[in-house]
T-cell receptor, first 112, second 115 residues
Framework: QKEVEQDPGPLSVPEGAIVSLNCTYSNSAFQYFMWYRQYSRKGPELLMY??SSGNKEDGRFTAQVDKSSKYISLFIRDSQPSDSATYLCAMSPRGSNYQLIWGAGTKLIIKP | DTGVSQDPRHKITKRGQNVTFRCDPI?????LYWYRQTLGQGPEFLTY????????KSRLLSDRFSAERPKGSFSTLEIQRTEQGDSAMYLCASSYHRDGNQPQHFGDGTRLSIL
């Protein structure tokens, strides 16, 4: 079993919908949680970076961490066709951020 | 553009040849990382540097792979005697490390195709 599980999708939703992307993990030592967006033939782009449990909001994006359930989420409001990409979660324990543990990514398609 | 820069963007070579990739990190970042990514997977850690010191290498990293960061600025990743299985996207990332964890920022990668 992988340390980080992420549904590969694809997830297809209509423009304007609220999107929910999720990852589950098994290592309770993880304390730093990241969401990256990756367009085809491009590198991962950092979207959200959170520490420990709670919510963080940035524009249309909200990251949520539930350490008790070992579950993280990324919500996208008012989704746009330009949000179509692969979304990767990554995490690391405190004091060891050199080696991120990654999900396999969820492919998101926003239909106009 | 002050992001992470990688060169070349795409490299096509014959099996058995050597290849070298370059990465220029964000200028104030002291940590530099190399990853490999194949289709449908997250990036796989290869190695990282803090300034010019190579502090960690993945146990999965073959001895055909070598990386350098001679002056603590740009880095090179060399693959000797390339094999079909080396075909992948090679990603470079950088971060500023002082106290606590800071996020890694990625370049757009070098896509390696082995004929």
């Amino acid at each position: 079993q992988k340390e980080v599980e992420q549904d590969p999708g694809p997830l297809s939703v209509p423009e304007g919908a609220i999107v929910s992307l999720n990852c589950t993990y098994s290592n309770s030592a993880f304390q730093y949680f990241m969401w990256y967006r990756q367009y085809s033939r491009k590198g991962p782009e950092l979207l959200m970076y959170t520490y420990s449990s709670g919510n963080k909001e940035d524009g249309r994006f909200t990251a949520q961490v539930d350490k008790s359930s070992k579950y993280i989420s990324l919500f996208i409001r008012d989704s746009q066709p330009s949000d179509s990409a692969t979304y990767l979660c990554a995490m690391s324990p405190r004091g060891s951020n050199y080696q991120l543990i990654w999900g396999a990514g969820t492919k998101l398609i926003i239909k106009p | 553009d002050t992001g992470v820069s990688q060169d070349p963007r795409h490299k096509i070579t014959k099996r058995g040849q050597n290849v070298t990739f370059r990465c220029d990190p964000i200028s104030e970042h002291n940590r530099l990382y190399w990853y490999r990514q194949t289709l449908g997977q997250g990036p796989e850690f290869l190695t990282y540097f803090q300034n010019e010191a190579q502090l960690e290498k993945s146990r999965l990293l073959s001895d055909r792979f070598s990386a350098e960061r001679p002056k603590g600025s740009f880095s090179t990743l060399e693959i000797q005697r390339t094999e079909q299985g080396d075909s992948a996207m090679y990603l470079c990332a950088s971060s500023y490390h002082r106290d606590g964890n800071q996020p890694q920022h990625f370049g757009d990668g070098t896509r390696l195709s082995i004929l």
